[in-house]
Every structure is written in structure tokens, then in C-alpha cells.
T-cell receptor
């Protein structure tokens, strides 16, 4: 299984400041034939289901604000929120879909400082 | 509007078999590229992917649970069914069905863009 490890486990950031969440996979999630990293990011607010934010490591899903961006390649990935808003308080998960079983990171809890 | 809704028992005894149904609307399970998966989330923990069934009836299972899982679909009813045998208290979780994402360029992505609200399953005697 590919193990996904996120850091930090929790993060407190001031409103309007940048938030950065890291995700490391135990092996590469890059698919050579398709030349893409099979990595997604989700946002889960309290009492809600996960919401897909980013796929292919860097592509925003429809309707996701452009303050959310994904970067990285192979085994090291980052989700950045450029200017934190109050509604961004949530737990964030990365997920690899390169190989079965598809696996999630343990989550990063983002709060307002 | 695309929706998914899970149904099933709320309480299951150890060793029993769990059967969950996912009712979908707003899309067809037979459309090329469509896939519906099951993902569970224990209280306060990360999601865990269980299984995925594709439009062509291809199926993928989590290897650690494969011997206990069966995923099927009924196109006429727009339903996906998951059975899990030999339930254990460690299987207590919220169980979600979710649709596989298809991006604007037509690429199929085994990340999940539409989720059902989930059904809470407690395994206890």
C-alpha cells in the first residue's frame, strides 16, 4: 500500500495569511503513460462530507476558489491557501489514486489563529 | 442534479453481513467512464477507500478487505450495493458512496467529486 503522510497534523493561521499543508507518499504516484501525478486534495468541514478541491496534483475542481492551489510531483505535494478565509476552517486530506488500495493521508486540521 | 444516498442498517452484530445500498440520480451507471465507490470514515479518523465499480462492471477492492467485500450495480434501479461479511466492532464507521470524477477534458479520475451524506454503521453485540 502507498502510505500518505501529511504535515503538520494541525495548523493555526491568521486570517488573510498563507496556509501550507504538505503530503508525502511512500512511493511515487506519477503515472508514466499519462504523465500525471495521481494525487487529490479534499476539504472536510465539521459535519460535512469531503469536498474535492484538487486533482492531478495541481488542477482545481470546478467552483473551487483560486486561493487554493496544489503543487508538487512524484512523492512530495503541497496544498496552499494563499489568503486564509474564515470559511476555510476544516480538515484537509490528500489521496493518491495511482494504485489500489487508494489511500488517504491522516488529515491536517486548519484553524484560525 | 447529481445525488447519491446510502441506506442500510444502523446496527450490526459481530460476524453478521452488512448490506449497503447507494441510490444514485442525475447520471447513469452505464455511461462510459462512470464509477461509484465506497469509502468509510471511522469517527474522528481519515477516510478509507473500500471498493469501486465501473460502468463496464470492472471492479476494484481494497486488498486487505477483498475477501469480505462484494460490490455490484443494478443499472435499471440506478443502485450500487456493497456487502461486507464477518463484521467486527472495528468496522464501525460512517459509510459513504461517492462518484468518480470526470474532468472537463474527459479524463477519468479515481478521486471522488460527489459524495452521499453517509450512513452510520455501528457494530456491537
Amino acid at each position: 500500500d502507498i502510505v500518505m503522510t501529511q504535515s503538520p497534523d494541525s495548523l493555526a493561521v491568521s486570517l488573510g495569511e498563507r496556509a501550507t499543508i504538505n503530503c508525502k507518499s511512500s512511493q511515487s504516484v506519477f503515472d508514466n503513460p499519462n504523465r500525471r501525478d495521481y494525487l487529490a486534495w479534499y476539504q472536510q468541514k465539521p459535519g460535512q462530507t469531503p469536498k474535492l478541491l484538487i486533482f492531478w496534483a495541481t488542477t482545481r475542481a470546478s467552483g473551487v476558489p483560486d486561493r487554493f492551489s496544489g503543487s508538487g510531483a512524484r512523492t512530495d505535494f503541497t496544498l496552499t491557501i494563499s489568503s486564509l478565509q474564515a470559511e476555510d476552517v476544516a480538515v484537509y486530506y490528500c489521496q493518491q489514486y495511482n494504485s489500489v488500495p487508494y489511500t488517504f493521508g491522516q488529515g491536517t486540521k486548519l484553524e484560525i489563529k | 442534479q447529481i445525488t447519491l444516498k446510502e441506506s442500510g442498517p444502523t446496527l450490526v452484530k459481530p460476524t453478521q453481513t452488512l448490506t449497503l445500498t447507494c441510490a444514485s440520480s442525475g447520471f447513469s451507471l452505464s455511461t462510459t467512464g462512470v464509477g461509484v465507490g465506497w469509502i468509510r470514515q471511522p469517527p474522528g479518523k481519515a477516510p478509507q477507500w473500500l471498493a469501486l465499480i465501473y460502468w463496464n462492471d470492472d471492479k476494484r477492492y481494497s486488498p486487505s478487505l477483498k475477501s469480505r467485500l462484494t460490490i455490484t450495480k443494478d443499472i435499471s434501479k440506478n443502485q450500487v450495493v456493497l456487502t461486507m461479511t464477518d463484521m467486527d466492532p472495528e468496522d464501525t464507521a460512517t459509510y459513504h458512496c461517492a462518484r468518480r470524477h470526470i474532468d472537463s477534458n474527459g479524463w477519468y479520475v479515481d478521486a471522488f467529486d460527489v459524495w452521499g451524506q453517509g450512513t452510520v454503521i455501528t457494530v456491537s453485540s
